[in-house]
């Protein structure tokens, strides 16, 4: 799977957007990328994935560059809630079977 | 709809003690099924994963082992425990379409 870099935290104030940005410059033309998040002490939670065109769901929206090397994810109204470490994955869709290889991910606080 | 179970929430076990956390899944038939650790301050690391009874694969070598007796049942076990096998193991399931669901988790203390 590509390796993906990702800032270590960032903050973002109740109400506004929060675009949290991640690099994957070595993904290749099959790969998915996904993003999960994990709130303290839960596990994982699925947001939305994209292979080259811009996705959006009820969570959040996903920006993907032309050329794939980078991804934002945009939560439109951060709140409190969404305070929570943000994975980016890149990783292949196989059919039978698939792994997620997270990283430290992007520790997100929403501050009133 | 889909649930995933696990349990214990939380265990304190002691040095050179077995290990059995189980994970059953509810509403979906022959799910792939995943078990990761997350230690204290790092990401998530994938110990194994099995897309089939009896089909278990191992990531990384450790001292831990899997097993899978049903279709929706899915047992990580060790027969001796190491303070590093303190974390928080989550069990997971995956979709055709390679989403992943995690279950609440368990969080083991080896002292």
């Known amino acids: 799977d590509a390796k993906t870099t990702q800032p270590t935290s960032m903050d973002c104030a109740e109400g506004r957007a929060a675009n949290l940005p991640c690099n994957h410059s070595t993904i290749s033309g099959n790969e998915y990328v996904y993003w999960y998040r994990q709130i303290h002490s839960q596990g994982p939670q699925y947001i939305i994935h994209g292979l080259k065109n811009n996705e959006t769901n009820e969570m959040a929206s996903l920006i993907i560059t032309e050329d794939r090397k980078s991804s934002t994810l945009i939560l439109p109204h951060a709140t409190l809630r969404d305070t929570a470490v943000y994975y980016c994955?890149?990783?292949?869709?196989?059919?039978?079977?698939?792994?997620?290889?997270f990283g430290k991910g992007t520790m997100l606080l929403v501050s009133p | 709809s889909q649930t995933i179970h696990q349990w214990p929430a939380t265990l304190v076990q002691p040095v050179g003690s077995p290990l059995s956390l189980e994970c059953t899944v509810e509403?979906?038939?022959?799910?792939?099924l995943y078990w990761y650790r997350q230690a204290a301050g790092r990401g998530l690391q994938l110990l194994f994963y099995?897309?089939?009874?009896?089909?278990i694969s191992s990531e990384v070598p450790q001292n831990l082992s899997a097993s899978r007796p049903q279709d929706r049942q899915f047992i990580l076990s060790s027969k001796k425990l190491l303070l590093s096998d303190s974390g928080f193991y989550l069990c997971a399931w995956g979709t055709s379409a390679n989403e992943q669901f995690f279950g609440p988790g368990t969080r083991l203390t080896v002292l």
């Open positions: 099995s897309v089939g009874i009896g089909q």
């Open positions: 509403g979906t038939s022959n799910p792939n």
């Open positions: 994955i890149v990783r292949v869709t196989i059919s039978g079977y698939s792994t997620l290889t």
